[in-house]
């Protein structure tokens, strides 16, 4: 049941017939404060209409609406203020989780329409940074709301398979490379054979055009060159692979650069068609309309070759064609909002109306130090250290503090790699996050490992009761109600963390979820034997049920020990 429609129904019925009910429910707010309601309705939008002032309509609203679920109904202000009534509501909401499961908060408006997803994007021959983390678990959180909310997804992993660094690389391999280190340690010795050639690139300038002339014969289709660009692409796909399956992450395409090799002549000719390229020193660009601020789109260069761009509205043109997506969201850091926007405009001049619906979702960025990690400057935290170190001390945590758990290492796999990827998402996704292995790994507090645990002790006292959870008659108490208007709120932040594209929606509502539980906890006896009981236990069972369902959309899993 929905209380927030219950409320939106009174209105409808007794004061406000003529607005539409969807619209009234969408105005209803949550109060910040406990004492001032549980559910409010402002009233200044009504103010033109009625030729009168918020607070006086208010207190008229006030006087005219009920529901056998309302306990009071108040004028605060511009505010209508309802109460609702803890054991009638709480039953219907408590009753509600219990029998949904982990469908409760599921929204349809999705409706199976089909969302493509562009996210993590690593570079072949370089190792799997922190800096790749945040597209990754950004854009697979996103996508598990968008599930969530009935969407079809699709995760694309555009892998960057392609261009001048490879040539470098190359470069630097036949000139101070071993395959005997490589096939030991593929990314690491890739890595440094890589920092090597722009090290040594600074004192001679040669070396870059050497990397270009390798990079033009591996355009060319020079043997040698395919050769060791395929066994590069494959030796750093199994160590992403690797990475990916600890992150729990999983992907419907690995189409990296390469793949649109073929079909970027399709894109310049159907632009010179339309009659959009316009010759500028020597390359093919075209201009931007409507937003003059934006520089022209680059297309090819004076020597003729495509660019990035070109690529990217060859990777659109290709998704439309073989998904159909009603939406397509780019989790990209902030840094290419420029290159989105160029992007879509050509598109649009194109005459694709679906290009409206590309969407941009950028990011900050993870620091060291105060500034960007680079991997061209050896500046780089590699995250299979990281997930490796924080698996390492959850096992640690465990032998010291439940030596005897069942499966104690799938536990501190999946404590360690929450820990990081919860971390990252409780953070507003344009924030940069100064990175610190140490509150990274903080099991206490607002943190993955806090909600897990939480979680792990309401299945302890599930398995302690000698009532199974299942009947829910109603609870008087405060604390508990406190707890279940909590929980009233799940489907409504699934909803808003899908709008904002914000998994930290979600990942603040389950820290503030496990707070309210945990309180309660401390505050009540919950396997108390009184009659009571039973409802008490329902309860715990429901705050498990969203929990869990909350942490495995964020990608995190929800251990029932600790």
């Not at 355009?219 to 395929?230: A, I, N, Q, T």
């Amino acid at each position: 049941m929905d209380l927030k429609m219950i409320f939106a129904d009174a209105l409808h019925e007794q004061v406000v017939p003529h607005w539409n009910k969807e619209e009234l429910y969408t105005l209803i707010e949550t109060p910040k404060f406990s004492h001032m309601g549980d559910a409010a309705f402002p009233c200044f939008g009504l103010a033109k209409e009625l030729k009168k002032a918020p607070q006086a309509i208010a207190a008229e609203f006030a006087g005219k609406i009920g529901s056998p679920y309302f306990a009071s109904v108040e004028a605060a202000g511009p505010y209508v203020n309802v109460k609702f009534d803890p054991v009638k509501a709480g039953q219907q909401i408590v009753s509600t989780i219990l029998d949904l499961q982990q469908e409760y908060g599921t929204q349809s408006f999705g409706n199976d329409r089909t969302v493509v997803l562009d996210l993590s994007s690593p570079n072949i021959a370089k190792p799997f940074s922190m800096g790749h983390l945040r597209s990754t678990v950004i854009g697979n959180a996103i996508a598990g709301i968008g599930e969530k909310c009935g969407f079809d997804t699709v995760k694309i992993n555009y892998v960057g398979d392609w261009g001048t660094q490879f040539g470098k690389l190359m470069v630097a391999y036949k000139k101070w490379g071993s395959e005997e280190k490589v096939k030991q340690n593929p990314i690491a010795e890739l890595f440094t054979l890589y920092k090597r050639f722009h090290e040594e690139a600074e004192n001679d300038p040669s070396l870059d055009e050497e990397g270009r002339k390798a990079f033009k014969l591996l355009e060319d289709g020079d043997p040698e060159m395919v050769s060791l660009w395929k066994w590069f692409k494959d030796e750093s796909l199994d160590a992403f692979k690797e990475i990916y399956t600890l992150l729990g992450v999983e992907f419907d395409s690995y189409n990296g650069e390469a793949f649109f090799n073929d079909k970027m002549d399709e894109v310049v000719e159907l632009l010179s068609e339309k009659g959009l390229l316009t010759e500028s020193d020597g390359a093919q660009v075209v201009w931007m309309t409507d937003d003059t601020s934006l520089p022209p789109c680059l297309i090819k260069k004076s020597d003729g070759a495509t660019l990035y761009a070109t690529r990217d509205l060859a990777a659109a043109l290709y998704r439309q064609r073989e998904y159909g997506f009603d939406e397509a969201l780019y989790i990209v850091g902030q840094e290419q909002t420029v290159h989105f926007k160029q992007v879509k405009n050509v598109l649009a001049q194109m005459g694709y109306e679906w290009a409206d619906h590309m969407k941009h979702i950028p990011f900050g960025l993870y620091l060291k130090d105060g500034k960007k990690m680079s991997t061209r400057k050896g500046r780089v935290i590699l995250l299979e250290e990281v997930l490796k170190e924080a698996i390492a001390l959850s096992q640690q945590n465990i032998e010291s503090k439940n030596p005897h758990l069942p499966d104690a290492k799938r536990v501190a796999n999946a404590v360690g790699v929450g820990a990081v990827i919860f971390h990252d998402l409780k953070n507003d996704r344009m924030n940069d996050i100064e990175f610190s292995l140490q509150h990274m790994l903080t099991f206490e507090g607002e943190t993955g490992p806090y909600i897990q645990y939480t979680n792990a002790r309401a299945h302890s006292i599930l398995r302690k009761s000698d009532v199974k959870a299942g009947e829910f008659t109603g609870l008087a108490d405060e604390e508990s109600w406190e707890v279940i208007k909590q929980l009233r709120l799940f489907p409504d932040v699934i909803a808003r963390a899908w709008t904002h594209y914000s998994p930290s929606i979600l990942a603040k509502y389950l820290i503030e979820t496990a707070q309210h539980f945990n309180r309660y906890y401390g505050k009540s006896k919950i396997l108390s034997g009184d009659g009571d009981q039973a409802s008490r236990v329902s309860l715990v069972a429901a705050v498990s049920i969203v929990l869990t369902e909350g942490l495995r959309i964020l990608g995190i899993s929800a251990p029932s020990e600790m």
